[in-house]
Structure formats: C-alpha cells, structure tokens
Nanobody, 126 residues
Framework: QVHLAESGGGSVQAVGSLRLSCVVS????????MAWFRQAPVKEREAVGA???????VYVDSVKGRFTVSKDNAKNILYLQMNSLEPEDTAMYYC????????????????????WGQGTQVTVSS
C-alpha cells in the first residue's frame, strides 16, 4: 500500500510563507500522478496544484504565481511552497496520488486520486 504523510502546516500572518511536505512511502519507486488539495470549512475540496510530470506542473488560478509544487525524488517528498499567503488560503491541505502515472486531461478532479494523506492545517490571519 502507498502511504502519504503531510507536514509543515501552521499559523501565519498574511503575506507570510510556509512550505508543506508530503512524504511518500511505497514498496516500489513511486512516480505516479500527484497533487495538492485543500478544503476549508463549508467549502468543497479543491485542487491547488498537480504534478503532471517532472517538467509540467499545473495550478489553479487562485494560487498561480504564489504557490510552487516540486518534488525531491531522492527523498520521495512532494513539496508545496506557499508565498504571499492570504486569509483565503486557510484550509486543511492534503497531498494525493493516483494509482497510475497518467494524470489525464483533468488533473484537478479529487475523485480521480486514490491515496490521501491525513492533512496539515494552514491558518492565515489578516
């Protein structure tokens, strides 16, 4: 089985920065489609950014230019660097992975992801 574990969340003031980490544990080398999602109270789960390939990362409009998804292949860690944080970014953040390397044409669909971490809370104050 694949296990994902997020860390790095916390409380920060607006315009501050945080870097989230997602450690991937797997019996084999893991290079499947992965993404970061978030969910705030009273809101649906939404994608933040997806690592379609090593050189192709896609982001939702609300975080473009502020968030960066990257991966340390040697350590099997997926990162989410968050800069210029806003109160609207407050949410529980999750990393997720599919059973396949193929992300398809819709990498922002939560139901297409099969493995999920427990989440790490990010709270941004004004």
């Amino acid at each position: 089985q694949v296990h994902l574990a997020e860390s790095g969340g916390g409380s920060v003031q607006a315009v501050g920065s945080l870097r989230l980490s997602c450690v991937v544990s797997s019996d084999v080398n893991f290079n499947h489609c992965m993404a970061w999602f978030r969910q705030a109270p009273v809101k649906e789960r939404e994608a933040v950014g997806a690592r379609v390939s090593s050189d192709f990362i896609v982001y939702v409009d609300s975080v473009k230019g502020r968030f960066t998804v990257s991966k340390d292949n040697a350590k099997n860690i997926l990162y989410l660097q968050m800069n210029s944080l806003e109160p609207e970014d407050t949410a529980m953040y999750y990393c997720a992975a599919r059973r396949t390397w193929y992300c398809g044409p819709s990498p922002f669909t939560a139901d297409d992801y099969n493995f999920w971490g427990q989440g790490t809370q990010v709270t941004v104050s004004s």
